[in-house]
């Protein structure tokens, strides 16, 4: 597996510890609300993202009355007139490779400021819209955690359900499907009694760029440095790593 996918894997294995549980709850909360702004209401049967952001925020035990504020600000129903909007932003890392940010902010001002010095000190760079985004698509990731036996029983599943692709690492798998067969898939695995760990829209990169040592670990850096932003949702590379310089970073508490 390349290490692309090892750092994702490293990833999901730290989870949520090395957030702080306040700013990864109000993450999730602007996830939940943007996810009502832009679906088709405030039924997570009817709204696949607004299930999908809910499910998140449920696994991450996100108390159920943030959960109802943050559904009732998208429906405008809480009264709050702060207005929340997504903003991407695309860049390149030390050596070059492609780096993407999904942020949802009140101010765009404030928010391209401090994207901004975080490349900058970095010694990263900021692009203009679509330098970097026309590498990624939309997909479909499911994540759950299974012995190598049961992993490959698991990717036949998924495979007959409609995914795309399946990559196993150690005792971790993912599994890639198109943004409409998500929700199929998981219900299919779910139906087996399959515990999934993630299941959400991302997005993947099509080709990587693999970095030296130096530049593997400035990017490390620089990637933790954009998701600990309080505007920061999601942040997408296709930097890939090498071997010990992921050890290293995984051993970092």
């Known amino acids: 597996m390349s290490g692309h996918s090892k750092w994702k894997t490293i990833k999901h294995k730290k989870g949520a510890a090395d957030a702080k549980r306040g700013q990864l709850f109000t993450k999730l909360a602007r996830d939940i609300t943007i996810a009502v702004k832009k679906g088709s209401g405030t039924d997570p049967g009817m709204n696949f993202h607004l299930r999908l952001a809910i499910d998140k925020a449920k696994e991450n ?4 009355e943030n959960i109802d504020r943050a559904v009732k600000r998208g429906s405008g129903e809480s009264g709050d007139t702060e207005q929340l909007e997504e903003v991407l932003y695309e860049g390149y890392s030390p050596g070059g490779a492609a780096i993407m940010l999904q942020a949802v902010t ?51 599943i998924a495979i007959d359900a409609g995914a795309d692709d399946v990559k196993i690492d150690s005792a971790l798998v993912e599994i890639h499907t198109s943004p409409y067969e998500l929700s199929k898939v998981q219900k299919q695995l779910e139906e087996q009694s399959v515990p999934i760990s993630t299941a959400e829209i991302s997005m993947i990169a099509k080709s990587h ?43 970092l508490e």
């Open 61 to 64: 035990n996100m108390p159920s």
């Open 106 to 156: 009140s101010n765009r001002n404030r928010t391209a400021s401090e994207v901004r010095a975080t490349f900058s000190k970095s010694g990263a760079s900021l692009g203009e819209v679509g330098c970097v985004s026309w590498n990624f698509e939309s997909k479909g990731v499911i994540t759950l955690e299974a012995a190598f036996e049961q992993a490959e029983e698991i990717a036949l």
């Open 209 to 251: 760029i693999e970095l030296d040592s130096k530049s593997a670990q400035q990017t490390l850096k620089l990637l933790d440095a954009l998701e600990d932003l309080d505007d920061a949702q999601k942040v997408y590379t296709n930097a890939d790593f090498p071997d010990e310089v992921l050890e290293k970073y995984e051993s």
